[in-house]
């Protein structure tokens, strides 16, 4: 007899169940935090796919106002890439954001750059703590 010939099979079911991925906004204007949630089947997801979903979700799209660019820079020749808008407020240089206040993650009280997001596709899950906050550009030690 081959293996398991005598033995009974059962349906084994898997059930994923529905995360909310958390995003709070600091607005500026009043210093209130914004709560956005977004819910998917998946265990981690990139920060990009999440505040895309949430730029243009039905529920939060007009709130949290999300708008990302790339501008080229021709000394390093490649792209660096923005969040240009968020709850209503832009960044301050458009054309040189370096220059001003921009849109900064926080992703587990680490502040990342959205540039170092793209290019390095950073993912999160629904444990991360995810608050962005406009600021001035620093340089990431």
């Known amino acids: 007899m081959g293996c398991g010939s005598g033995a009974t099979r059962g349906i084994v079911r898997a059930t994923i169940e529905e995360a909310n991925y958390k995003v709070q906004v600091s607005n500026p204007k009043n210093g ?61 240089d458009e054309k040189n954001p370096k220059n001003g206040k921009i849109w900064i993650v926080y992703v587990n009280d680490v502040k990342t750059y959205w540039n170092d997001v793209v290019n390095n596709d950073i993912k999160v899950t629904v444990k991360d703590r995810i608050v962005w906050k406009f600021e001035d550009f620093e340089t990431i030690a």
């Open 32 to 92: 209130q935090l914004c709560n956005f949630t977004y819910k998917s089947n998946n265990q981690s997801i990139s920060l990009t796919t999440l505040m895309n979903y949430l730029s243009f979700d039905v529920k939060y799209g007009l709130e949290i106002d999300g708008n990302f660019i790339s501008i080229y820079n021709r000394t390093e020749d490649k792209y660096e890439y923005y969040v240009q808008r968020l709850v209503g407020t832009e960044i301050q």
